[in-house]
């Protein structure tokens, strides 16, 4: 049996769908791939069935009715990855920001003996190619506030690129979750954190999007900015509960 699963959440990507796939497919290890669109309005969804036939049994979609969010979309694959028993659980990007061959230095990461393996920007100097300055100071600098609020020794709290070992999000309540956007990756680390699972950061090269339309804006900036410090509050109060 695969024991790998890759959950990439798709809104709107048409135009890197199934190179993504694609390049996942053509690794030395075999992974699965899960697609978790939003019912994006460009066809994405089609795309991935069209794929189907040709990765019978490798290559699995789930539409969701709307956007609803990244962590939402997350949750979602990682429910379905747990009820279908794979040991190892990815999250990617679809625009080809996170290097697919990546894929198993994290994988090898938790083998030797991670939870939790990040692959980080940051864990050795600023590893990002084609953002503008301004992107690259507000993403470290928030990873900062991120280390200094939370405690966490994580140089890339934020990263979107990481491998679970089922047991982790076994442990954590998904349902408990409260953030949907990028402060859903900050949240998910936490918790990991205060459950005392070994994290471990993997340094890869961030490169930004070629095609397609970035997600970021104001809102999922404030959620993170605004959530962290929520978080940090409700980890005092309700210490146990957020263990879970």
């Excluded at 609803?68 to 009820?83: C, D, E, N, S």
Aim: overall charge positive; aromatic content about 12%; glycine content about 6%.
């Amino acid at each position: 049996m695969i024991d790998s699963l890759v959950i990439i959440p798709t809104y709107n990507e048409i135009e890197n769908i199934e190179a993504i796939i694609r390049a996942v497919f053509v690794l030395e290890k075999e992974f699965h791939v899960l697609i978790v669109d939003d019912n994006s309005p460009d066809g994405t969804a089609a795309k991935v069935r069209g794929l189907q036939s040709e990765f019978a049994d490798r290559l699995f979609i789930e539409v969701r009715k709307e956007k609803a969010g990244l962590g939402t979309a997350y949750i979602h694959g990682f429910r379905w990855a747990i009820a279908k028993k794979y040991d190892f659980i990815f999250e990617m990007d679809a625009d080809f920001s996170h290097t697919p061959s990546d894929l198993i230095r994290l994988y090898q990461a938790c083998v030797d003996g991670a939870d939790l393996a990040i692959g980080s920007r940051y864990i050795k100097g600023v590893n990002v190619v084609n953002w503008p300055l301004h992107r690259v100071l507000l993403s470290y600098g928030a990873s900062f506030y991120v280390k200094i609020i939370t405690g966490m020794r994580v140089h890339d709290p934020t990263a979107g690129f990481i491998c679970y070992k089922r047991n982790v999000l076994e442990t954590i309540d998904l349902a408990a979750i409260h953030f949907v956007g990028y402060a859903f990756q900050i949240e998910m680390k936490f918790r990991a954190h205060l459950r005392k699972f070994n994290i471990v950061e993997v340094p890869i090269i961030f490169t930004d999007r070629v095609l397609g339309k970035s997600k970021m804006n104001s809102s999922i900036i404030r959620e993170a900015v605004f959530g962290v410090l929520k978080m940090k509050w409700m980890s005092f109060f309700r210490k146990n509960n957020f263990k879970s």
